[in-house]
């Protein structure tokens, strides 16, 4: 297996604009995380699904931030409109539903809101 | 609920030094408990994690960790750090039960020639 897939690994957008991210999970895994690194405040959990079924969102910083997961093999996080203060670098992980698995990360997408 | 803090944000050593980096958690459950490795521009690697049993795990190029549950520690340890250990270290816990993974800020190692 390639590994968890992200698309894309950089973007720079203008304020305003909708931005959307993208995320191929690990095949066969049955959870899929997103997660925001910043300086500031380091890894924050967003969102997670289990079964494509977002399960806690209580993570999501404010409504302009959106997640699905339309099927087992892909899941989408919308901001939409963008501000300078989401510039971050964005992860998903993926992992297997069993006690004490581990997250799989992608390479994450490098956001810059100008 | 469960919560993890890194003390330092940052660590300087020498090569072939010894290292210890903190990491402490908080929950009302039992955990598993990770180190994950950043190194620059690239996503979060597991370096080991503990389960159960012998409280000292291991990973493959030399790092160890061992789970105190008194006090409610998970400390990384390298007898000899070499120049490509330089990175983000990442401590991280999951409940038993608990679908969440939760990480702490992270501990950025430099190794100083």
């Known amino acids: 297996d390639a590994g968890v897939i992200q698309s894309p690994r950089h973007e720079v957008t203008e304020m305003g604009q909708e931005v959307t991210l993208r995320c191929k999970p690990i095949?066969?895994?049955?959870?899929l995380f997103w997660y925001r690194q910043t300086m500031m405040r380091g890894l924050e959990l967003l969102i997670y699904?289990?079964?494509?079924?977002?399960?806690?969102d209580s993570g999501m910083p404010e409504d302009r931030f959106s997640a699905k997961m339309p099927n087992a093999s892909f899941s989408t996080l919308k901001i939409q409109p963008s501000e300078p203060r989401d510039s971050a670098v964005y992860f998903c992980?993926?992992?297997?539903?069993?006690?004490?698995?581990?997250?799989?990360f992608g390479q994450g997408t490098r956001l810059t809101v100008v | 609920a469960q919560s993890v803090t890194q003390l330092d944000s940052q660590v300087p050593v020498f090569e072939e030094a010894p290292v210890e980096l903190r990491c402490n958690y908080s929950s009302s459950v039992s955990v598993y408990l990770f180190w994950y490795v950043q190194y620059p521009n690239q996503g979060l690697q597991l370096l080991l994690k503990?389960?159960?049993?012998?409280?000292l795990v291991e990973s493959i190029n030399g790092f160890e960790a061992e789970f105190n549950k008194s006090q409610t520690s998970f400390h990384l340890r390298k007898p000899s750090v070499h120049i490509s250990d330089t990175a983000e270290y990442f401590c991280?816990?999951?409940?038993?039960?608990?679908?969440?993974?939760?990480f702490g800020k992270g501990t950025r190692l430099h190794i100083l020639p």
């Open positions: 503990y389960l159960s049993g012998s409280t």
């Open positions: 992980a993926s992992s297997f539903q069993g006690p004490g698995t581990e997250a799989f």
């Open positions: 095949s066969g895994h049955d959870y």
């Open positions: 699904f289990n079964n494509n079924v977002p399960i806690d």
């Open positions: 991280a816990v999951r409940g038993v039960g608990d679908d969440k993974i939760i």
